[in-house]
């Protein structure tokens, strides 16, 4: 997909307005699991997860392409949104999100306050993508998706900083939502000659990528149902899919049950905190943790926007149970 060079130039991009994020082998956690794990921790960028990476060279993209484009609208479940609503602004454009009803409070503060007019539509994720590319043709907006070759260029640079500070790791588990992130953990592998193998992880609430992974055609799943709202995607997406289809060593499930106490086990061990679809790599990594003893294998904190509310009963014990017998999305 990109030469090491696409990815140096994107990586240096990234740069120049965050600091490469970290990645620390904690030694509680390896004690828990018996394995050397590392974490990449994406919960520390300026908006708090991975997608503020690929958001700038997407509006870089975009600016260069369509120099005359006043604005952008997009869906999301938060974290998408808030990193183009602060690129966007950043770049003079105004910027319009549109979230699912009952969507995170938090994570809706955060793309207002980041200079985003905020919509929210239908009930998934699904529902407010569709509403955005009514909106875009209607308002003549530029239509930012979830899976673009610059959004999966730029997000490539954390695949970057991990393998090049740990070349060695047998294994690296990757959330899985749209996709844009285990495409670019895999670019980067391929950039840089490893044999590392790379792990998605979809919630087991809304198993569509690795149910496409493995009939290699699109499957999609008519609710998403799950906390880990990150990862809620119900179709995915077509060329995320014919890309890590022959790439990705494997697509685990995991349920919300093991993600909560995955965020459990992130707080005990490096006191960080992951909201749900951040943890989903670290309970994959707990799943197969028998298969996994003595190796050393790299975990994705994607993120930490999580409500004070959901973490609060998830610390405390609790799951966040999510659906329609629960009132809420």
Request: hydrophobic content about 40%.
């Amino acid at each position: 997909m990109f030469s090491l060079e696409e990815l140096r130039e994107a990586q240096k991009r990234v740069y120049a307005e965050m600091p490469p994020t970290p990645q620390y082998s904690w030694p509680l956690l390896s004690q828990r699991l018996g394995v050397e794990v590392w974490v990449k921790h994406e919960n520390h960028t300026p908006t708090g997860a991975f997608k503020l990476r690929g958001a700038m060279t997407y509006i870089d993209w975009l600016k260069a392409t369509e120099p005359e484009v006043k604005g952008i609208i997009t869906a999301t479940r938060g974290n998408h949104g808030q990193a183009q609503a602060r690129a966007a602004r950043a770049a003079g454009l105004s910027a319009t999100i549109v979230v699912p009803k009952g969507n995170s409070k938090e994570k809706n503060a955060a793309m207002r306050a980041f200079g985003a007019e905020l919509i929210e539509h239908g009930e998934f994720f699904d529902d407010a993508k569709m509403e955005a590319k009514s909106r875009a043709a209607q308002y003549g907006l530029n239509m930012v998706p979830a899976y673009h070759r610059e959004l999966v260029r730029g997000v490539a640079s954390y695949g970057l900083e991990l393998l090049g500070e740990v070349p060695d790791l047998d294994t690296v588990y990757v959330p899985v939502g749209c996709g844009s992130g285990l495409c670019g953990t895999i670019a980067a592998k391929e950039a840089l000659g490893l044999d590392t193998k790379i792990v998605g992880v979809v919630s087991s609430h809304v198993e569509a990528a690795k149910l496409s992974f493995e009939a290699g055609k699109l499957i999609a799943c008519p609710t998403a149902y799950t906390f880990a709202d990150g990862v809620a995607v119900c179709t995915p997406v077509q060329d995320a899919l014919d890309y890590f289809g022959t790439r990705a060593e494997r697509l685990v499930a995991v349920s919300d049950d093991e993600v909560a106490e995955a965020i459990r086990c992130y707080w005990q061990d490096t006191h960080n905190l992951a909201e749900g679809a951040g943890a989903v790599a670290l309970a994959a990594l707990i799943q197969e943790r028998g298969t996994m003893q003595g190796k050393k294998v790299g975990v994705v904190l994607s993120g930490g926007n999580i409500d004070q509310e959901m973490a609060a009963e998830i610390l405390a014990g609790g799951v966040p149970r999510v659906g329609p017998a629960s009132g809420s999305n």
